[in-house]
């Protein structure tokens, strides 16, 4: 028992790592490091069953994380779930990579979705591998990332998808139900992509076009001082842009949508050089040539952020930064981030009706792989569902006929207060029809072609047309079973849970991992990114989860076997290319 106990400990140490940073490699089964960039990287193979891996052909080097795929070729969206913790701030990024992955030389356009919201409309490049990037709280324990088809014989497709937690204190100024949506993140005057070697929270800095026009300063103190709540890496400010003279200020691109959105901004600055007494170096913020703060001072070695929110702007908008008029030196900056603003995001499904069908997929493992929010956004519910319209919809009918169902019916479907049609036609369901589901008034109930259904209250006899009765078995199949005894404290002592616990606790403190990824095929960027993870952690997780898993499955068998209870019956336009731009 010791032992076991012993090993169970790790296998919840294993699982807890789901709620932290990932790299996920859509398309592979196998969890690597990059040879690249030592970034640790896990097959998806955990996180959906759907869809189809593809792996790139090319004679070209692929970044190997970008070397495969999954396509979708059915049902309106396919989702990734993803643990979390229900009101921490994460950032999502999802990548896409065509690659002529289908010999046809036609880079799809398809529709993005986070957690029942919608994101974007993902236009893939033929050569260049595009991004996008939210930044959000989530509101639920389950980040779901989706794609749905929108455009005939334009089947969607990811490469990739990374979740990493930030701190609750950064982008502080923007609304906690809404999200930002990344346009632009930049650093002025370095060479390479910084990210997380440098970047505790792994944001992808892409290093600025310089066409001559500015000036490239290096800061002559080596330690810069970070004290803000954003985080910006320290790398930001060994590197400036500045003006030549006074009179020239810097225009900053936005990279904003045509039409008029709500914008979020963070310009970071540092004085670069120790200044004498006859020197002074003052910046505003101009809005179409109109000054839009009051002047801010950077301070040598001692990073500065000027944030900008409460405006609305578009593609024609033009920032820039100039000279107060007391200033001596010209304008400088070393980075810049700009998001849009979201729509306040949604609560998604109703939370009872959202528990009922992961009730239901926990009964019928066909139903597992369909993932994301049942209802949201419309119309991209799941495929075998109705809801009803608004902020936070309703179930009203489930279609499951057709569906291999084997086992009895749930009792709980009859307590889904909005459902009024039920179709389990075509099925192999046995046993009485729930007394919830035949007294219920409301309900439409089709059972058609279910032979070895019973109808409840008279003697078992078939169920051949639309019918309804009571009761209900568990059965094997496509019903998951479970004889796992309700209360395990007969068999495991108080102070056994206690050191579980403790011993999860103790992983859960040290959870974050150091991970990264650098595109491949990446156009103008020069450079590389390193990472500041162990190169093993992908490989030795993957090696604790599979034994983990088998020993619990021991575990349980071995308390099955102590155990005499009976069966309990069942009743669930942003685009970022990794290239230097403007």
């Known amino acids: 028992m010791a032992t076991y106990l012993l090993i169970l400990i790790i296998a919840a140490s294993a699982f807890s790592t789901l709620n932290a940073d990932v790299s996920i490699d859509c398309g592979s089964s196998e969890s690597y490091s990059s040879d690249d960039y030592s970034i640790g990287w896990v097959g998806d193979d955990l996180y959906i069953q759907h869809g189809e891996s593809v792996e790139l052909q090319s004679s070209k080097p692929i970044y190997q994380p970008m070397a495969t795929l999954r396509v979708f070729t059915d049902r309106k969206k396919n989702c990734y779930n993803i643990d979390s913790e229900k009101g921490s701030k994460v950032l999502v990024r999802a990548y896409f990579f065509y690659g002529n992955y289908d010999g046809k030389s036609s880079p799809p356009k398809f529709d993005l979705h986070f957690d029942g919201n919608h994101w974007i409309t993902?236009?893939?490049?033929?050569?260049?591998?595009?991004?996008?990037?939210?930044?959000?709280?989530?509101?639920?324990?389950?980040?779901?990332?989706?794609?749905?088809?929108?455009?005939?014989?334009?089947?969607?497709?990811?490469?990739?998808?990374?979740?990493?937690?930030?701190?609750?204190?950064?982008?502080?100024?923007?609304?906690?139900?809404?999200a930002l949506m990344l346009r632009r993140r930049v650093a002025y005057g370095t060479k390479a992509i910084v990210r997380s070697t440098d970047d505790f929270y792994d944001r992808i800095w892409v290093p600025a076009v310089?066409?001559?026009?500015?000036?490239?300063?290096?800061?002559?103190?080596?330690?810069?001082?970070?004290?803000?709540?954003?985080?910006?890496?320290?790398?930001?400010?060994?590197?400036?842009?500045?003006?030549?003279?006074?009179?020239?200020?810097?225009?900053?691109?936005?990279?904003?949508?045509?039409?008029?959105?709500?914008?979020?901004?963070?310009?970071?600055?540092?004085?670069?050089?120790?200044?004498?007494?006859?020197?002074?170096?003052?910046?505003?913020?101009?809005?179409?040539?109109?000054?839009?703060?009051?002047?801010?001072?950077?301070?040598?070695?001692?990073?500065?952020?000027?944030?900008?929110?409460?405006?609305?702007?578009?593609?024609?908008?033009?920032?820039?930064?100039?000279?107060?008029?007391?200033?001596?030196?010209?304008?400088?900056?070393?980075?810049?981030?700009?998001?849009?603003?979201?729509?306040?995001?949604?609560?998604?499904?109703?939370?009872?009706?959202?528990?009922?069908?992961?009730?239901?997929?926990?009964?019928?493992n066909v139903l597992k792989d369909w993932g994301g929010d049942p209802c949201l956004p419309s119309p991209y519910s799941w495929d075998w569902i109705n809801c009803t319209s608004g902020s936070t919809p309703r179930v009203t009918a489930l279609d499951l006929h057709n569906n291999s169902l084997i086992g009895s019916i749930p009792e709980f479907l009859g307590t889904l207060p909005n459902l009024k049609q039920l179709n389990l036609a075509g099925n192999d369901l046995s046993g009485t029809i729930p007394s919830s589901i035949s007294k219920n008034k409301k309900l439409k109930l089709t059972v058609t072609d279910n032979p070895n259904l019973c109808v409840s209250g008279k003697s078992c006899k078939t169920a051949s047309v639309d019918t309804s009765g009571s009761g209900g078995s568990s059965s094997s199949g496509g019903r998951k079973k479970s004889k796992l005894p309700v209360i395990l404290g007969t068999t495991i002592p108080i102070f056994v849970l206690v050191w579980v616990i403790g011993g999860v606790c103790a992983v859960l403190h040290h959870k974050r991992k150091s991970a990264a990824i650098a595109a491949g095929n990446v156009g103008q960027v020069g450079g590389a990114n390193k990472s500041s993870g162990n190169p093993q952690a992908a490989q030795m997780q993957m090696a604790a989860n599979n034994m983990a898993q088998n020993v619990v499955n021991d575990f349980i068998m071995n308390v099955h076997e102590q155990q005499s209870a009976p069966e309990p019956v069942y009743n669930d336009d942003q685009q970022n290319h990794l290239e230097e731009g403007n």
Not at 153 to 159: E, K, L, T
Not at 315 to 340: G, K
């Open 122 to 178: 993902v236009e893939t490049s033929a050569d260049q591998l595009v991004y996008y990037e939210a930044i959000y709280v989530t509101k639920t324990d389950t980040i779901s990332v989706c794609v749905a088809q929108t455009f005939p014989n334009m089947f969607p497709f990811i490469s990739a998808i990374e979740v990493r937690d930030l701190d609750s204190k950064m982008y502080g100024y923007s609304d906690s139900n809404r």
């Open 210 to 364: 310089n066409g001559d026009d500015f000036t490239v300063l290096t800061s002559d103190e080596t330690f810069i001082e970070v004290s803000l709540d954003d985080s910006p890496p320290r790398a930001l400010f060994q590197n400036a842009f500045a003006t030549d003279n006074t009179s020239t200020s810097i225009q900053l691109g936005t990279n904003l949508p045509t039409t008029k959105v709500p914008v979020y901004m963070n310009i970071y600055y540092s004085e670069a050089s120790v200044l004498d007494s006859t020197q002074k170096r003052s910046l505003q913020l101009l809005v179409d040539g109109k000054i839009y703060t009051k002047p801010f001072i950077p301070v040598y070695g001692t990073a500065g952020e000027f944030t900008l929110n409460n405006l609305t702007a578009n593609s024609d908008t033009i920032f820039s930064l100039a000279a107060s008029p007391d200033s001596t030196l010209p304008p400088l900056i070393n980075a810049l981030e700009v998001f849009t603003v979201s729509d306040e995001l949604t609560d998604g499904t109703n939370s009872d009706d959202v528990e009922g069908l992961a009730s239901l997929q926990d009964e019928f």
